[in-house]
């Protein structure tokens, strides 16, 4: 069902997906799709949800495995990572952004953009290289960092270029955001000498 959702969403756009229609592409009848969803903007909702659960799960996953590295190490798994779940179905992904701002998709949107900060301050916290006085912070402004271009490139306001050299433009940036608390780390290990 929410595969057929996603088909009709990105193959008619938002306001010709129906429950008549999502019903017709899933090979069910309207009365069975109800049984799961009172209404259209529930079905989109549990879709939303789904997309945002595996790119959260994703992240989480990421920066589980670069616990304990350094923060050039943690920027280019949590990009290359966030960036391969957002732009597998770059279709979908803009369809899904479309009734993002809708539907208590905000809602949703901040409690699975808390999920990832909290992913990847858990990841800053045990850099190798460098420390964080406010690890939520840093890691809030990591993953906005990060969001913006993939945006502007799910919203068609990027070039070829744009799109080719995402991922490693992407990564310098955040990987020389981060780079910055190398510094603290240095002035606090000059400080307790």
């Given amino acids: ?34 049984q799961y969803y009172p209404n ?19 992240v989480e996953q990421a920066c589980d495995r ?4 350094t923060v050039a190490e943690m920027a280019s798994g949590f990009v290359t990572a966030f960036l391969a779940v957002k ?11 479309a ?12 409690r699975i953009g808390q999920r990832m900060v909290t992913a990847v301050a858990a990841m800053l916290a045990t850099a190798s290289d460098a420390r964080f006085e406010d690890p939520s912070l840093t890691a809030a402004i990591s993953i906005s960092a990060v969001v913006g271009p993939v945006r502007a490139l799910l919203e068609g306001n990027a070039t070829q270029a744009y799109e080719a050299g995402l991922e490693q433009q992407v990564i310098r940036l955040l990987r020389a955001y981060l780079q910055t608390f190398q510094s603290l780390s240095i002035d606090r290990q000059g400080a307790s000498s």
């Avoid at 670069?66 to 590295?69: A, E, I, S, V």
């Fill in 1 to 34: 069902m929410h595969t057929a959702t996603l088909q009709v969403l990105t193959a008619q756009g938002l306001v010709r997906c129906t429950t008549t229609r999502v019903a017709e592409r899933a090979g069910m009848s309207v009365g069975s799709l109800y």
């Fill in 40 to 58: 259209r903007d529930a079905l989109l909702a549990a879709v939303l949800e789904k997309h945002l659960v595996h790119v959260a799960e994703t």
């Fill in 66 to 69: 670069h616990q304990g590295t």
């Fill in 87 to 97: 732009l597998m179905d770059p279709t979908a992904s803009k369809a899904l952004y």
């Fill in 99 to 110: 009734i993002s701002g809708e539907r208590g998709g905000a809602e949703l949107v901040a």
